[in-house]
């Protein structure tokens, strides 16, 4: 009899998402990868074993999902080995080879649920790639793998074990979830008022799908600071006791309004919420969807809207543990316009570290996370901005959007919009 735990937030949310749209939630489009240079001496055999050691010591890597009446549960499975694919390349082709490699399958009910390689290059240095499905892992969980590979082959290097994880994933799931249980009846109540008669944000008038045709996601990566300018609205920030995801969400209402086309704004967000510190590096899914609604006064602008906006995502985010598909279902009426409209609801995520340029040990070896090209987990949204913080301290937005709603152009014209009003800031906080 194989051990359950309570599906987490967003595990719960995917699958739901995959009973509507069958494939969205659990198609090749959700993996995620991450590469690291190794330059140095690197025992391939041993990194072997660590690979298997990292498989055994996380269950989430050994956990598949099954429905459970009305829910989902993670169902664990028994360790039984876990070995990397071993290649040899050419080290001028390191990127193009961890580019493919993002491409590989990850099945998701087929532990382990993580596939990892290891590539001896021509020049003496080893490409390392590990790649999991979005279903069980956030994005900082990459970077956390790709370290905890490197701390597991340097004690295998040295012959004294690491300590066992402080918490299972499963079970850190089981006690948050019966930690909020008592608020969920006020939580919903929320929710109810909250959304009442909210619509999709309509982006450009007369916008059309083709239903009959499956979605066809393009992206962009586009500049929005440098770092004394992100540096700067952060100090914006503080100075206006709000966070630099607030002010950005700012920025992106004050853009939507600017349009003429609506001024109430329906979004989702993703909160990532590690709320315990034995569970900061954790490889797992602490990733939760929130809704995000702001109605915007006719007069509004940036210090006016500033505090209406910081109360919105504050209430979000302290109340992410109602998950958002059981909000809409609350709405029947913006379930329907968000599935059926054109480019359906739009995405606005902040996500504050990006692990490209991270040095990590392994032995005396020295690996260093390289920039990713792939374009990450989409789904089904029609429009997303996802803003991420470069090691340098740039802001830039990986922008991605379905071909069956929009249009290149029309994008870029949505995107500067709302990185102009940004801007206002940003430029007036660094004079």
């Not at 598949?64 to 989902?72: I, M, P, S």
């Amino acid at each position: 009899m194989l051990s359950t735990w309570p599906a987490a937030m967003f595990q719960y949310t995917l699958m739901i998402a995959q009973d509507l749209i069958p494939g969205d939630a659990t198609g090749p489009h959700m993996a995620m990868a991450i590469s690291a240079l190794v330059t140095g001496e690197l025992d391939v055999e041993l990194l072997d074993a660590a690979y298997d050691d990292l498989v055994a010591s996380n269950e989430v890597l050994r956990s598949d999902l099954v429905k459970d009446g009305d829910g989902w549960v993670q169902r664990v499975h028994p360790h039984r080995g876990a070995h990397l694919d071993v290649r040899s390349g050419d080290a001028a082709l390191a990127t193009e080879l961890a580019a493919v490699w993002a491409g590989t399958p990850v099945p998701v009910d087929e532990p382990p649920l993580v596939r990892g390689q290891v590539v001896r290059l021509d020049d003496g240095s080893h490409l390392v790639n590990l790649i999991i499905h979005h279903v069980h892992t956030d994005p900082s969980s990459l970077g956390l793998a790709m370290a905890e590979l490197g701390r597991l082959y340097t004690a295998r290097l040295s012959g004294v074990d690491g300590p066992p994880p402080p918490v299972r994933f499963g079970e850190y799931v089981a006690e948050r979830i019966e930690s909020v249980r008592g608020r969920l009846d006020a939580d919903r109540e929320y929710w109810r008022h909250h959304l009442a008669g909210a619509r999709p944000i309509p982006l450009a008038p007369g916008l059309t799908r083709d239903w009959s045709t499956p979605p066809r996601t393009q992206a962009m990566r586009l500049p929005l600071l440098d770092a004394p300018g992100a540096a700067a609205l952060e100090r914006w920030a503080l100075r206006h006791r709000t966070t630099l995801f607030a002010t950005l969400f700012t920025g992106f209402c004050l853009a939507m309004a600017d349009r003429g086309l609506t001024r109430d704004i329906l979004a989702v967000t993703a909160f990532e919420q590690r709320d315990r510190p034995e569970v900061r590096e954790m490889i797992g899914q602490f990733i939760h969807p929130a809704l995000l609604r702001v109605v915007i006064p006719p007069d509004a602008d940036w210090p006016s809207l500033t505090p209406t906006v910081r109360d919105v995502v504050r209430e979000a985010y302290d109340r992410a543990h109602f998950p958002a598909i059981d909000v809409l279902s609350l709405h029947q009426d913006v379930l329907a316009a968000v599935a059926t409209e054109p480019a359906g609801i739009c995405m606005f995520q902040y996500i504050a570290a990006d692990p490209a340029g991270t040095e990590i040990a392994f032995g005396p070896a020295r690996g260093r996370v390289l920039s990713s090209t792939e374009v990450g987990p989409t789904g089904d949204v029609g429009l997303m901005f996802r803003l991420h913080r470069r090691p340098g301290g740039d802001l830039e937005a990986m922008v991605t959007f379905d071909q069956r709603d929009l249009r290149e152009d029309l994008v870029r014209e949505l995107y500067d919009g709302f990185a102009g009003r940004v801007a206002q800031v940003a430029t007036a906080a660094v004079r």
